[in-house]
């Protein structure tokens, strides 16, 4: 005769006909199971039947661990629930045993329902008139962790951990089944990292560091017993109060399990109850206003990261359900951010403008090749707490209106839904950009005169005259014959307002696309509509917004030589099992470029703005002077690059590129688009941009740009 293994409903049938389940513990009084309300044995044993034989375990939430590109150097975390898996192996053997003797000191000798202990409840509950002892085995405990963590409405958590027959009966039963499956000390390391703690820690690993500030594998005896204790009743015996009796006489008493189960021996039992609790507590940080006080500088990045991983389709279908995953998934996430450089960056950016002032002044930090974000300055405190903050700019505030400094978490470098700043002349690379694309050399040349009455009627601009729209130059020195080389390393808007005639207005609008620029502002999105495109003259001047990470990232496409990527937050993200996260077959993480314009048409663009910097260009003459010769006086090494100021110092930009590293820095009123930043700070960028690349470099070797080939040239 075949000897088959019963059900795991069977199991629990068997177990009523024997009569060795007596009762269950339901909402505060105790029934007899065979009874289960009514129902016989057989009655019984069929509502097993149709109960589920398996349980469905869902990966429970992890947090997620964001660092700098070492590494090492923690930015912050993302959770709901602290917590992060760890294997028995690297848990003190102390956790283990403590665990065993306070919750179930039958466990290595049940199938999942400790029928010896549910009987012995049951006793011990009629005699109290009501609970006094539990049944529960640490299967079953983690069974109903299981059931809440892998519940997806809040009636199926309430039906997790809810006290009724039928929860106890799902229990038992899945526990069996549990048990038939998993060996105990896999069950073991399941329970100890789904438990709750207290204190938002979910797990051993997030107990350990809260309570201790160390890993599950250097608890002592004491520590061990505690935490353990916790399971229980996390906020009953929180040993963090001012009175923590109650976690006294709960550890004590989990040590005296332990010595009645011969875990330790009584001399240390004794030892351990005459310490006294000794805690390190520690608060892990969660999200950028958690960004540690040394760092507090990160912050913008760290929101410039987060921001970004809410647009990755890999992460969830919504924003809000990428956002959820990053809070969720026990991803491992190693960033862009340079600690060094980012160092350097912000001392160049607050010597300049402090804290405590209306203007902005900020830099961002791009790899070329990679588009990988390597700083994010600004002189602002990442912080919600606007309580000490600075009047209003905008005179037309209330008194009582606080401005965003020193402190705020608005994106001012890029990122979120801010428009960003006017970037001035900076934006003529996009016409020249446009001109040697459709064939125009370096050397196309044109008389510039002091005002330009252009083709264009009356659009955003520096000047109008009459129905046409007419800039002019901010210097009389820059009248006469300009070519590329000149007229950008002067930044003649009269040159450029005809170059881009030329070509028409449309392409320079279109290649700032290509080149990673977007329309936030009503006004811009309808200027850049193919309808008003080609009339947008005042384009090239630099009318319209942007933002720091957009024009670094333009500059870093010329110095990888027309190769454009994506700006770029991360250098690796990894899933809890140490895989590396994927879409559709590729590192999330890895850079998104392509080449988007020729070779030599970047190469070209370098030529004309290496005139710029002082540095000189290598085809042609940049007639003498150019706007921020003191660029490569400060850095002393090959440099290009563009400022750009608009009409009346509203804003003053430079953005400046080596073959290594691409910056731009701004200095703006984000509050108060109309506070000008005055003349007293049109050089501030310059310097700032200049100062980090020399410092970022420092001991790297020196890299000099290819030129163009003469067909661009002539």
Known sequence: MTNRRPTVAGRVALLIRAGLIAGLVITGLSYPFAALAGMGVKAGAEALENMPEQLTELPPAQTTYVYANDGKTLLTMFYEEHRKHVALKDMSPYVIKAIVASEDSRFYEHHGVDAKGVARAFVANQKAGGVSQGASTLTMQYVRMALRDSARTPQEALEATEQTTARKLREMRLAIEVEQRLSKEEILERYLNAAYYGHRAYGIFAASQIFFS???RDLSL?????????????????????????ALDRRNYVIDQMLKGNAITAEQAGAAKKSKIKLKLSTPPNGCVSVAARHNDWGFFCDYFTNWWREQPAFGRTPLEREENLRRGGYRVVTTIDPRIQ???MSHVLEKEGR???????QVVVQPGTG???SMAVNRTYSLDQEKNGRHSDWRQDDDVKGNYPNTVNPLLGGGDMAGYQAGSTFKIFTMLAALEAGLPLSTSFYSPQRFVSRYITAPGPATCGIYWCPKNSSESMTGTQNMWTGFGKSVNTYFVQ??????AEKAVRMAERLGLRWRTDIDRKLATKEHASGWGAFTLGVSDATPVEMANV????AAEGKYCEPLPVVSIRNPDGSHALYQDRLIAEPRCHQEIKVNVARAATDAARCVTGYGSSRGGCGGWGTSSMVYGTLGRPVAGKSGTTDGNKTAWFSGYTPQLAASAFVADPDNPEHLVGSGRSTMSKYTVAQTLRDALKGKPREDFKPPADKYVW
């Open 214 to 216: 160390k890993a599950p």
């Open 222 to 246: 004491t520590e061990a017993a505690l935490i353990a204790g916790l399971v229980k009743a996390p906020s009953a015996y929180d040993p963090a109060t001012k009175k923590p009796k109650a």
């Open 555 to 558: 500059f870093a496409t010329l």
């Open 499 to 504: 170059l881009e005639q030329r070509i028409g």
């Open 372 to 374: 990988r974000v390597l």
């Open 356 to 362: 405590g002032s209306a203007i902005a002044h900020g």
């Open 343 to 345: 160092r350097y960056a």
